[in-house]
């Protein structure tokens, strides 16, 4: 079975830094990662930062410019990063993809999501 495994979260101080990233294990045939989304406490979980055609991104508006999205094919790695963070960025931050698998010699297609990890911004 395919996985995301989430990870460089933390806390960190306004202003500062992170880069998370997003990786997929398993019997891959193919992936397409789809993005990063975040849920804060109390709020409904929110696309973040997406790819879309022809290599390009979408933003969330509250984080275009401080946040950019990328990606290593070769290691089915997803990134984020995050600069210029601040308080209202802290949530925790999921990554998406579709997948196709391998599986008993046959293919089957499924919608993945991670675990997520946890951003606290300090103020």
């Known amino acids: 079975q395919v996985q995301l495994v989430e990870s460089g979260g933390g806390l960190v101080q306004a202003g500062g830094s992170l880069r998370l990233s997003c990786a997929a294990s398993?019997?891959?045939?193919?992936?397409?990662?789809k993005g990063w989304y975040r849920q804060a406490p109390g709020k409904q979980r929110e696309l973040v930062a997406m790819?879309?055609?022809?290599?390009?991104?979408k933003y969330l508006d509250s984080v275009k410019g401080r946040f950019t999205i990328s990606r290593d094919d070769a290691k089915n790695t997803v990134y984020l990063q995050m600069n210029s963070l601040k308080p209202e960025d802290t949530a925790v931050y999921y990554c998406?993809?579709?997948?196709?698998?391998?599986?008993?010699?046959?293919?089957?297609?499924?919608?993945?999501w991670g675990q997520g990890t946890q951003v606290t911004v300090s103020s």
């Open positions: 998406n993809a579709d997948v196709t698998g391998e599986s008993g010699g046959g293919y089957y297609f499924d919608e993945v």
């Open positions: 398993g019997s891959i045939f193919s992936i397409n990662p």
């Open positions: 790819f879309i055609s022809g290599g390009w991104a």
